[in-house]
């Protein structure tokens, strides 16, 4: 059972800087799709930045493209999110997904294509 731990939220000002953290343990499989998907007050949860760990392959969406850079660590235990120059409409609570895959992630943006979740860790960014 994959079991997945995020961390490193808190609140920035617009314009700041963080980097969320989550722990992956449990796997079973030798690759996945590994994902930061957020959902605000209101609003459905939406896939940020995925990255694939076969081949490091990552894809983001359009509204943090040039801003945020999903990765992750050498012994692929840890993904994070580095978030730059962030904006107030990136507040929201911010999870960890994983799904294991033998092929490429690009079709795996949506809620959906994820059966393992983190608890969520919030990010709230002020104007």
């Known amino acids: 059972q994959v079991q997945l731990v995020e961390s490193g939220g808190g609140s920035v000002q617009a314009g700041g800087s963080l980097r969320l953290s989550c722990a992956a343990s449990?796997?079973?499989?030798?690759?996945?799709?590994m994902g930061w998907f957020r959902q605000a007050p209101g609003k459905e949860r939406e896939g940020v930045a995925i990255?694939?760990?076969?081949?490091?392959?990552?894809y983001s969406t359009n509204s943090v493209k040039g801003r945020f850079t999903i990765s992750q660590d050498n012994a692929k235990t840890t993904l994070y999110l580095q978030m730059n120059s962030l904006k107030p409409e990136d507040t929201a609570m911010y999870y960890c997904a994983a799904e294991p895959s033998g092929r490429d992630c690009y079709a795996k943006m949506t809620t959906l294509s994820y059966n393992y979740w983190g608890q969520g860790t919030q990010v709230t960014v002020s104007s």
């Open positions: 449990g796997y079973t499989f030798s690759r996945y799709c």
């Open positions: 990255i694939y760990t076969g081949s490091g392959s990552t």
